[in-house]
């Protein structure tokens, strides 16, 4: 089997930052339910009562495959259910999908880590479930391609006989890397000259085990792929199946993909289908999903007799498609993202934070980028308890709300990633009006301002972005690096950095608004270049700069979030965290040079709690800031499932 680097990470069993995350004020009463990367949903009757309660889960391979549960607690105008306080379900991991079996439901689990499909039996009772030991289920099929990674599984009942069969989608890579290299290896080249991607697609399937055993304890024949009129049913990419009759009355296949769409076809047999459609908008056009790895369900949400879909998506939040179709083929219409009653901050996912006082109260308020594109406002107000903050708001720039994504050709990791921004802010008064304006790299490692227009606004009002300009040509660097902005504390103007097409840490003067000059790399104290693996292509990027003055006043130093293929200093023996706790961390490098000439010490790993900093797998961003107002530098870090923590930095360690 080919193993994506993803793929061969530990799953997360760090520590645990979420008493420390941040929390809404206590006016917000309404937000969405955050699941985590790559969210798996399903709606089951938990509580045994009739409720449409909500399970979520979550893609193990990069984070840590929880399973978490939303009860109904009454139901809106709209019939919509009144989701409550988000539950842990314990013992459980993977992709989550219920399996009906008289008055209980049993689980299946699937996951890339793994060959097998697991099946938790129910051992308790109706509304008291109970899940004990997994059922491995080990699957034979007629595989259409082979090598496909298991992605998600549920049961449904294809040829009529009132025993479900299994129905798995896979997810096949095996053809779309050029050359069989990855965007890490050395000699990848994912486009030509003319922005052709120089691979192949995603492929994704679908197959059937009939089940001649019982929902309880299966025993499955040898699989079989589901067919349409031209061959296997495919999609681009991790295929996730779910199921309903709609209004025809037939059974009909809902599929997600890789991209943001979903397919549709009607049953014409016991493994066949129509050839697929993409599920369409009320005005009959093909609906376009807000992001991508798409996996849908099959539900009557908000109880008015016909079915809906709800969709979880890679950024962690679950959409809600509501049927709006009389008769015929379904259309649908996106009601935005399912909320619950009791919410927490969830700023998507691989969420990187800028603080900046933008209301001008005293407090600081965040701007937050994430793997969407986004960039999301949240207004503190110095609220009780310290610093929580107002509901998120979607920033705009000229009116329209900001979402940076790669396209076909943007992201060093082909065209699957086209939804995807990784959008990574920082705020100063770069233009020197005495607002805060944003600086922005991305996906495509170019670098964007955006000024801020001033006024009353709140969210505060930007410009359509500008790009940044160096040696003539817009700047173009590394990706999803979060860039930084200082004077060295020596007060002779701003310097912009980052890393370079490189990847090493560079430095830029401000000449202007968008012209950078003067570019020089800056350097370890044994006067080598700073770099953050030793990786090559998109492995060089995913660094986060903050650099603050961090143990002495004027002295600026450099504290960086780094994925967990980093490698720092860059020793392929030595390197950390690859070699230490191979997970995302953060780390504090002394400025040991002077402000014409900085140095830094050998960086040191930071520990929260007397434990070194672990944060999962791709991302830890932290944002240096007097939080509280206490007169002192905190820590807020972005952590990879979408929270975001408040580290105090009497609980930090950087020596």
């Not at 306080?85 to 439901?105: H, I, K, M, N, S």
């Not at 921004?421 to 009006?433: K, R």
């Not at 430095?507 to 570019?519: F, Q, V, Y």
């Not at 434990?611 to 007169?631: F, K, Q, Y």
Request: a negative charge.
């Amino acid at each position: 089997m080919v193993t994506r680097w993803e793929d061969d990470a530990s799953v997360w069993s760090g520590p645990f930052y979420g008493a420390n995350a941040l929390q809404y004020r206590a006016d917000v009463t309404a937000a969405p339910v955050c699941g985590r990367i790559i969210t798996c949903v399903d709606v089951v009757d938990w509580s045994g009562t009739g409720t449409r309660d909500l399970l979520l889960s979550a893609w193990d391979a990069c984070y840590d495959g929880r399973v978490m549960l939303w009860r109904q607690e009454g139901v809106h105008d709209d019939g919509t259910p009144i989701l409550g306080r988000q539950e842990y379900v314990e013992g459980v991991r993977g992709f989550v999908t219920a399996v009906p079996d008289g008055d209980l439901f049993h689980l299946v689990s699937t996951s890339r880590l793994r060959s097998e499909v697991y099946l938790f039996p129910n051992t308790g009772s109706r509304g008291a479930p109970t899940f004990g030991e997994p059922i491995v289920l080990e699957l034979e099929a007629d595989w259409v391609k082979g090598n496909e990674y298991l992605h998600v599984a549920r049961f449904a009942d294809l040829d009529g006989d009132g025993v479900p069969e299994l129905i798995v989608g896979t997810d096949h890579w095996d053809e779309y890397w050029p050359n069989g290299l990855e965007w890490n290896d050395a000699g990848y080249k994912a486009y030509d000259a003319a922005d052709r991607w120089l691979g192949g697609p995603l492929r994704g399937y679908a197959y059937a085990f009939k089940n001649l055993g019982t929902p309880a304890t299966p025993k499955l024949e040898k699989g079989a792929p589901l067919l349409t009129e031209d061959g296997p049913l495919e999609v681009y990419g991790q295929l996730s199946p779910a199921f309903g009759a709609f209004e025809s009355g037939r059974l009909s296949l809902v599929a997600g993909e890789f991209w943001n769409v979903l397919h549709h076809c009607e049953q014409t047999g016991p493994r066949r289908f129509q050839h697929s459609k993409l599920v369409s908008g009320d005005n009959g056009a093909d609906l376009p999903l807000d992001h991508c790895i798409n996996i849908p369900c099959v539900t009557d949400w908000n109880g008015d007799g016909r079915l809906d879909i709800l969709v979880g998506a890679e950024d962690g939040y679950v959409s809600y498609l509501q049927n709006v179709s009389v008769s015929g083929a379904p259309k649908f219409e996106h009601q935005g993202r399912v909320e619950t009653s009791v919410p927490l901050i969830h700023a998507g996912v691989l969420p990187s934070p800028a603080a900046f006082d933008f209301t001008g109260n005293g407090h600081p308020d965040l701007v937050v980028g994430n793997s969407a594109g986004e960039l999301m406002f949240y207004e503190n107000d110095g609220g009780d308890p310290v610093a929580t903050l107002a509901r998120e708001a979607l920033l705009t720039a000229d009116d329209s709300k900001i979402r940076i994504a790669a396209g076909l050709t943007g992201s060093i990791q082909g065209p699957s990633e086209k939804m995807f921004g990784y959008t990574c802010p920082t705020v100063a008064d770069w233009t020197g009006t005495g607002r805060g304006d944003l600086l922005v790299s991305d996906v495509t490692g170019y670098h964007r301002l955006f000024r801020n227009l001033g006024g009353e606004q709140n969210p505060p009002h930007f410009a359509t972005p500008e790009l940044l300009h160096w040696d003539g040509a817009p700047l173009k660097t590394v990706w999803r690096v979060r860039p930084a902005v200082t004077d060295w504390g020596a007060g002779e103007g701003q310097h912009y950095v980052a890393l370079d097409e490189d990847g090493v840490l560079s430095d830029w003067r401000r000449l202007s608004d968008t012209e950078l000059g003067e570019k020089r790399c800056l350097k370890w104290q044994d006067g080598s270049p700073i770099r953050f693996t030793v990786d090559v292509g998109g492995g060089r990027g995913r660094v986060k700069l903050c650099l603050c003055a961090w143990v002495m006043p004027g002295r600026i130093d450099l504290i960086f979030g780094t994925h967990a293929r980093a490698c720092v200093p860059d020793d392929p023996a030595t390197g950390a965290p690859r070699n230490t706790t191979g997970q995302a961390g953060l780390f504090y490098a002394r400025n040991v040079g002077t402000p014409q000439e900085p140095r830094f010490s050998p960086p040191v790993a930071m520990r929260h709690g007397g434990e070194t900093i672990a944060m999962a797998m791709h991302v830890a961003s932290p944002e240096a800031v007097d939080w509280a107002g206490r007169g002192t530098l905190d820590l807020v870090v972005g952590v990879e499932d979408g929270s975001l923590v408040w580290l105090k930095r009497e609980d930090l360690e950087w020596a």
